[in-house]
């Protein structure tokens, strides 16, 4: 069992911890790599969930002809879920995607640690939290990296690679070339809040919200200003959408929190937006509707 996880064909295997929006994507990422891919999630339902996400998005991408159907259910063959941690005791690479919380991050390193390969990789996906401090008394230290995916993570080319300040040079040249491994294209960036992309965009996306409480212009005109006169590839509230309010709402706080600077603060209509279940395309409805079920593949 142990050799099978490890590798299939020569591949390392990767294991995903946390099967959310960014999880699943990663795994998405990672199955069209081909890569065996194990996705671990903290009960049955959300393992299920997780799992169905992965298989929608492959759907998905059938549908739009992007992959054959052949194609997607080799990739399946590859993909394993499992609630056990023990379970990835064998991958080569770790990726963490849970609740943005040092601790909670920090607490699985360890646990990690405990089961997995002294050679193996840690990499986490945090977008606003040092890597230096998720990675502190974990006993692996030097093993961890950050691995930034751009959302969503199977459509996006970009990944942030970080290293904490007792991350190695061989793990940080590892974590490069993953990255190529992945078909991703990385940038390196120090280990502060916000690294580039978040650092730049989430004052942006509050800025927006900020326009449109104001009464600047509507959702749509905003998002036809953003895409048509700035060359963005998505409106800023289509990207919200996609993203989830609540994320948006999370990782604006720990900015926040951070750095201090008014304009990370989340703008009062993101607070209701969540408290009435408008988080965007998980949920049907944010700053526009959305089909029931409808999820886009690529």
């Known amino acids: 069992m142990a050799d099978t996880r490890a590798t299939n064909g020569g591949q390392d295997a990767i294991g995903v911890v946390g099967a959310g929006t960014m999880g699943s994507g990663i795994a998405v990422v990672a199955l069209r790599a081909g890569f ?12 299920d969930a997780g799992i169905g996400r992965i298989r929608a998005f492959l759907d998905g991408s059938v549908r739009r002809g992007k992959i054959t159907a052949a194609e997607r259910d080799e990739m399946l063959t590859r993909l394993h879920g499992t609630t056990v941690l023990e379970d990835l005791a064998s991958c080569r690479y770790v990726i963490e ?3 943005e919380d040092v601790e909670v991050k920090r607490a699985l390193f360890r646990r990690l640690h405990a089961v997995a390969a002294p050679d193996a990789l840690f990499l986490t996906n945090t977008s606003t939290l040092s890597v230096t401090s998720i990675a502190a008394s974990t006993g692996h230290e030097e093993r961890v990296v950050g691995m930034h995916f ?31 491994r992945l078909g991703k294209t990385y940038v390196v960036t120090h280990d502060t ?48 959408d996609t993203v989830g309010l609540d994320v948006h709402y999370a990782v604006s706080m720990r900015l926040y929190e951070q750095l201090h600077d008014p304009r990370f603060a989340p703008p009062p209509l993101v607070r209701r937006m969540i408290d009435a279940n408008r988080l965007g395309r998980k949920t049907g409805h944010g700053f526009y509707r959305y089909e029931k079920g409808r999820v886009f593949g690529a």
């Open 193 to 240: 809040p916000g690294f580039i992309l978040n650092y730049f965009l989430i004052p942006f996306e509050n800025d927006c919200i900020r326009a449109l409480e104001e009464g600047l212009a509507s959702v749509e005109d905003i998002d036809r200003a953003v895409k048509l006169g700035l060359g963005y590839p998505m409106g800023t509230f289509e990207l919200l």
């Open 36 to 47: 065996p891919t194990w996705v671990c999630e903290t009960d049955a339902e959300n393992l």
């Open 150 to 180: 751009c959302n969503p993570a199977p459509l996006m080319a970009l990944v942030e690679i970080s290293p904490g300040l007792r991350t190695s040079p061989a793990a940080l040249e590892e974590a490069q070339a993953l990255a190529g």
């Open 97 to 99: 995607a849970v609740y």
